[in-house]
Structure formats: C-alpha cells, structure tokens
C-alpha cells in the first residue's frame, strides 16, 4: 500500500502509467446519450468529471457505466478507463487526477487499508471500508452493488458429477486423498495473495505442498477447467461470464473464508464533497448490479465479443436510464 505521503514521487511514474493506456489526461465518452431516467442535473452542468476504471471486462464495464449517467446528467466526463492495476488506479485517485471509479470493498479491506482478517458480512465490510478510507485517505465509499465478484474455486459440472465435489470441505478432501484427482489451475496473483491459495489452503487444512498446482493466465484457467485435462478444478473470479457459458460450477465456500468483493463507487474526497448529487444519480444503478446482471454483461464481452463501452450503454438503454444520444 503507498501512503499518501508518498505520492509527490510517484506522479512522474503515473504519468507513464495513464500515457501507457493511450489516455493521456483523458479521452471522450466512447459513445453518446441523452437522457432517460437520469435528467440533467444543474448542479452538474458542465461539471468536468474524470471516471476511472481497471484494466479487465467488469471494470471498464462499471466505469462506463459511470460515464453514461453521469453524460446524461450534463456532466463534463472525461474517460479514463482501462488503468492497469489495483494500485495505478488507486495512486490516481489518491492525487486527485480521477475523480470517481468502481472499485471492490475486499480490495480497499485487504489491499489499500492493510487489513489481513476481511469482516464476512458484506455491509459491515462495507461500513468499515467506507470510514477507515475517509479518515485516513480522505477517500469516499458510497453506492454498494449486490454484485460481490470474489474469488472462488470451479469445476466443470462432469468433473462435480463424477467427484461428488461441490463445497471447498469436499476440494480439501478429494485433493487429501488424491492429489491428482484434485489437479488444479490457479492465477498468478492468487497463488500468493492471503486472500487466494496460502490462505484458502489454511483455512480448510490443505496441506499446500501436496497440492498439485498450476500456475497460468487468468484468462486461461476457464477453458483449461471447462476441458478438465490440464486441471480439474480452477480458480475465478465469481461473475466472470466463461463461468455460466461454459458450464462451470461454483464450489460453495462453505467455510466463508473468501473475502466479500461489493462493487461499489470511490471518489477522491474534495470531488465528493462539491458534487452530492453524482451518488444520487449513481445509486439506483450500483443497485440493480446483482452477480446475475454483471455476469451476463461480461459474457456478452468475453465470450460474444462485444465492446464493453456498446454492453454497458445497451444495457443502460434497456434499463432505461439514458437513450442512444
């Protein structure tokens, strides 16, 4: 975690960072709107207004949600999507140079606030992100989704049929007895992250060592599991759209050891307080954002091969929140 007082030497390093995504202090709105439900708002107006977002499908799905409604409201936005990192994004928002994003309460829990033990119900996760960032960063939490993209583990659903495996208790033990029967294919990140593998393999007494592992891509654990040759188990993110279109099935975390991962808007604290109304317009859609709608919206992305900019305006449309522009 880099403290704030630190950042006066990092914004040479940013600035290569956000030039490297293309953006350089901001690039257009991908696609126009008009308003729907969400109307100009004249405390908007004009306002300039700098969306973030990471550099995978959900994110730059979420921050161009974002961008739509807040266009819509009259806003001035600027896109800065697609920043490579948990920490780029968040050393952006930290120097004021990203105004609001998308972010996950497990990631400002464990990652930007340094807490080890994630606190298992959802809101009070939520609660203690949203007060310890304000003091200590003068960062602000608003607009928790029900959407909660943690991590989990899958299996294809012959492989779950054939091993009886449906829960994390039921992996520890099939991978006890045979290790190779419980051959598995983990991200980079998660092979070391305490919220992935090392303290997984704590919680449910898996001896990490007999473990038959496979480090690969992230992007590569899906069809790898789905073919079951490679590996017959993986780790994922929870909405991720190859889940369901391949039929994978999520082992139950029936321990809750997995950190809770909300969906919810951060915005650089003097951005929050001038403009109240954005967490307004925001809110009703951080709650329609259920892990049934922003799964399918990433399947539309990585499996149909869809824009994210088009998912994210069509489904705003469809929702009736803003018109094509």
């Not at 780029?88 to 972010?103: F, K, P, T, V």
């Not at 930007?112 to 200590?136: C, H, I, S």
Request: hydrophobic share 40%; aromatic share 8%.
């Amino acid at each position: 975690m880099r403290k704030s007082r630190w950042l006066h030497g990092l914004i040479p390093v940013l600035a290569v960072v956000l030039a490297g995504c293309g953006l350089q202090s901001g690039g257009s709105v991908p696609l126009p709107v008009g308003p729907g439900s969400i109307t100009p708002v004249p405390e908007l107006d004009g306002v300039a207004v700098t969306v973030g977002s990471k550099d995978f499908t959900e994110a730059n799905i979420l921050g161009y949600l974002i961008e739509f409604a807040l266009t819509a409201a009259g806003a001035n936005v600027r896109d800065l999507t697609n920043i490579q990192g948990s920490n780029s994004l968040r050393d952006a928002q930290l120097n004021g140079q990203i105004d609001i994003a998308y972010d996950y309460t497990g990631t400002g829990w464990i990652n930007y606030l340094g807490n080890e033990t994630p606190e298992p119900d959802e809101r009070k996760q939520f609660d203690l992100v949203r007060d310890a960032d304000r003091a200590q960063h003068d960062m602000v939490w608003a607009a928790m989704a029900p959407m909660n993209n943690t991590y989990a583990l899958v299996t294809s659903r012959r492989t779950a049929e054939e091993t009886g495996v449906r829960t994390l208790s039921d992996y520890a033990k099939l991978l006890a007895a045979d290790p190779a029967a419980a051959a598995t294919c983990v991200g980079t990140e998660f092979n070391v992250r305490p919220d992935g593998y090392p303290g997984l393999a704590q919680k449910y007494g898996i001896d990490a060592g007999r473990a038959q592992k496979q480090i690969v891509q992230d992007a590569l654990v899906y069809q790898a599991t789905a073919d079951a040759k490679q590996c017959r188990f993986g780790s994922v993110a929870a909405t991720d759209g190859r889940i369901p279109a391949l039929d994978l099935v999520l082992l139950e975390d029936d321990k809750g050891f997995f950190p809770k991962y909300n969906a919810a808007l951060v915005m650089y604290g003097p951005f929050a307080d001038a403009n109240p109304r954005v967490v307004d317009i925001m809110a009703p859609i951080s709650a329609r954002l259920t892990n049934e709608v922003i799964t399918e919206l990433n399947r539309q992305v990585d499996i149909d091969g869809r824009e994210p900019a088009d998912v994210a305006r069509d489904w705003m449309i469809a929702e009736g929140l803003v018109t094509a522009g």
